[in-house]
């Protein structure tokens, strides 16, 4: 059932995933209270990264789709874990997003100052992911090698 989708709906899968991770991450801060001294800063910064998002994230993708695509297993389960794997991680940050913002804007009022990461958003970022990368391919080994029994 899971593969029975064509392969070039597998592509179009990934075209649509590959923009909502794009939009998604570069929309994450939007909302968010900043300090008046650091808003400019961090616009800066933020118009910069987002050019390195919308160049960087297409080029990256085509490269790991394409080296992937060389290896023999069929294209639509290379093609499934690339689209999970993308369409997590905005899920995996926005819930933390709140407390990520926080630990950057102390880390930027005080600069000598070691701040260590926030414990709970690293085992729900961590956490999350390895959940959603462990159902992925659960489903996958269940689609693959439930025909064969």
């Known amino acids: ?14 075209v649509g995933v590959t923009v909502f ?19 400019g800063k961090v616009e800066e910064q933020t118009r910069q990264a987002r050019w390195g998002l919308y160049i960087l994230t297409p080029l990256f993708s085509a490269v790991v789709l394409l080296v992937n695509l060389l290896r023999p297993e069929p294209a639509p389960q290379i093609l499934f874990l690339y689209s999970v794997v993308f369409a997590a991680f905005p899920f995996a940050l926005y819930p933390v997003r709140g407390r990520i913002v926080r630990h950057y804007v102390a880390q930027q009022r005080n600069p000598d100052t070691e701040i260590k990461p926030d414990r709970l958003t690293m085992i729900w970022i961590g956490g999350f992911l390895c959940t959603v990368i462990l159902v992925a391919v659960i489903a996958l080994m269940a689609a693959t090698y439930g025909k064969q029994v």
Not at 8 to 13: A, E, F, H, N, R
């Open 21 to 39: 991770f794009m939009v998604t991450m570069g929309r994450l801060a939007s909302g968010l209270d900043l300090p008046e001294e650091l808003r």
């Open 1 to 14: 059932m899971l593969f029975s989708i064509p392969e070039s709906g597998w592509w179009v899968i990934v």
